[in-house]
């Protein structure tokens, strides 16, 4: 993959980044499960105003997503 762009991602398009071979909601449920066993991270997201229901992230929220996840 060519140079990641930090920027604000739907939670669908950030998901199919990481896994591309998968449908959109099981893309979404397989990266949500990647964050939610990181406690350190939904920690973080938290204080950036982080909401499950939220349908996107922030550009600050896919940096942190990145620092921990690694890039997609």
Known sequence: MENFNI?????????????PDSSPEIAVKHLMNWVKRC???????KSRHYVAT???FTSHQVALIVDYLGEP
């Open 7 to 19: 920027r604000s991602y739907s939670k669908k398009e950030l998901a199919l980044l990481y896994f």
């Open 39 to 45: 406690s350190t991270l939904v920690d973080e997201l």
């Open 54 to 56: 939220n349908k996107s």
